[in-house]
């Protein structure tokens, strides 16, 4: 049996940023949920909240998120990240987009 999640979790393969420490990081959100997402895209330290922007189709959203684990690919590393605090403009951009996403269905 798989994790429980407590919401809906899509595959995606989204422009993303972070706010890192010695400057922006540019990478992909490569799994997204309202709770948190999979960022691509530098080395970041586990434990830091950062503020992360996802380029969606209608726009971009900004978050503050935690890092909560890492993981290394041949194409970079890879964090988990809990969402911490959103706008209110993004978290409705965000449910529009899991909405509208196949695996909502």
Known sequence: MGK??????VTARLPAGVEGPRGPVKGTCRS????????VGGPLTVGQTLEFWIELPKGKVTAMGELRY???????????????????????MLND???????AR
């Open 4 to 9: 429980n999640r407590r919401n809906l979790r």
């Open 32 to 39: 997204l949920s309202p709770g948190g997402m999979f960022f």
């Open 70 to 92: 890492a993981h290394e690919y041949p194409d970079g590393v890879g964090v988990g990240v809990r969402f911490t605090r959103f706008t209110q403009d993004g978290i409705a």
């Open 97 to 103: 987009y899991l909405a509208s996403s196949p695996e």
